[in-house]
C-alpha cells in the first residue's frame, strides 16, 4: 500500500530564505507526483506535476524534482515571501491505484 | 477554460440529517471526478471516483453514497450524517488517463453537530 510522507510538519523561515520541502513514497512504481498548495479554509491549488518519466520541474520561483528509485521528491522555493506561507501538499498517483494519494502536508510560515 | 464549482462552501447540520453536496466542472468533457475528506490533523483522504455517466468506485465503506447523473456533475450525499462525517469534503477532476494532473474545487466545510 502506498503511503506519502512530508517532512518537517511545519516549517518558519524568514522573508527571503530559499527553503526546501521534503516528500517520500514508499512505492516507487507511480505515475507522476504532483505539488499542491493549500490556503486555511480553502482548496488545493496545483504547482508542478512532474511525470515519473521525468527528473524535474519548474515554475517561477519553484523548482520540483522526482527521484524514484529513492522514492523521494522535493520542492526548492526560492527567495521565500509572506504570500508563500500555506500548507504544501505532495501527492502521488500509483500504477495500482485510482487517485492521488496524498502526504499530511507541510505547513509553512513566512514572516517579513 | 476549465473550471470547478463546488457548493456550498459552509454547512451545519445536525445529526441524522441527509447531506448533498454538488459539484459541477465546466469547460471539458469525460472527466474523471473525485470525492475527496480532509479531516482534521489527517491527510486527504479519497472517498469516491467516477470515470464516466454513472460509474462509481467507492475507495472506503461508510454510510456516504455518490452519483454522477451528468458528464460534468458529481454528487456526494448521506441518508443520515454522524458525527465522524464533520470535515472538508474537496471535489476533483482530472482529464482521462493515468498522467493528468488533478484540478481540485474550493471545498465544502462539513460541521455536524
Known amino acids: 500500500k502506498q503511503e506519502v510522507t512530508q517532512i518537517p510538519a511545519a516549517l518558519s523561515v524568514p522573508e527571503g530564505e530559499n527553503l526546501v520541502l521534503n516528500c517520500s513514497f514508499t512505492?516507487?512504481?507511480?505515475?507522476?507526483l504532483q505539488w499542491f498548495r493549500q490556503d486555511p479554509g480553502k482548496g488545493l491549488t496545483s504547482l508542478l506535476l512532474?511525470?515519473?518519466?521525468?527528473r524535474e520541474q519548474t515554475s517561477g520561483r519553484l523548482n520540483a524534482s522526482l527521484d524514484k528509485s529513492s522514492g523521494r521528491s522535493t520542492l526548492y522555493i526560492a527567495a521565500s515571501q509572506p504570500g508563500d506561507s500555506a500548507t504544501y501538499l505532495c501527492?502521488?498517483?500509483?500504477?495500482?491505484?485510482?487517485?492521488?494519494?496524498f502526504g499530511k502536508g507541510t505547513t509553512l510560515s513566512v514572516s517579513s | 477554460s476549465q473550471t470547478i464549482h463546488q457548493w456550498p462552501a459552509t454547512l451545519v447540520q445536525p445529526v441524522g440529517s441527509p447531506l448533498s453536496l454538488e459539484c459541477t466542472v465546466e469547460?471539458?468533457?469525460?472527466?474523471?471526478l473525485y470525492w475527496y475528506r480532509q479531516a482534521a490533523g489527517r491527510g486527504l483522504q479519497l472517498l469516491f471516483y467516477?470515470?464516466?455517466?454513472?460509474?462509481i468506485s467507492s475507495e472506503v465503506p461508510q454510510n456516504l453514497s455518490a452519483s454522477r447523473p451528468q458528464d460534468r456533475q458529481f454528487i456526494l450525499s448521506s441518508k443520515k450524517l454522524l458525527l465522524s462525517d464533520s470535515g472538508f469534503y474537496l471535489c476533483?477532476?482530472?482529464?482521462?488517463?493515468?498522467?493528468?494532473?488533478?484540478?481540485f474545487g474550493d471545498g465544502t466545510r462539513l460541521s455536524i453537530l
Open positions: 476533483a477532476w482530472s482529464g482521462q488517463g493515468s498522467n493528468q494532473p488533478q484540478h
Open positions: 512505492d516507487s512504481a507511480i505515475y507522476n
Open positions: 512532474i511525470q515519473s518519466s521525468q
Open positions: 501527492a502521488v498517483y500509483g500504477q495500482a491505484g485510482t487517485a492521488l494519494i
Open positions: 469547460g471539458t468533457s469525460n472527466p474523471n
Open positions: 467516477s470515470v464516466g455517466i454513472g460509474q
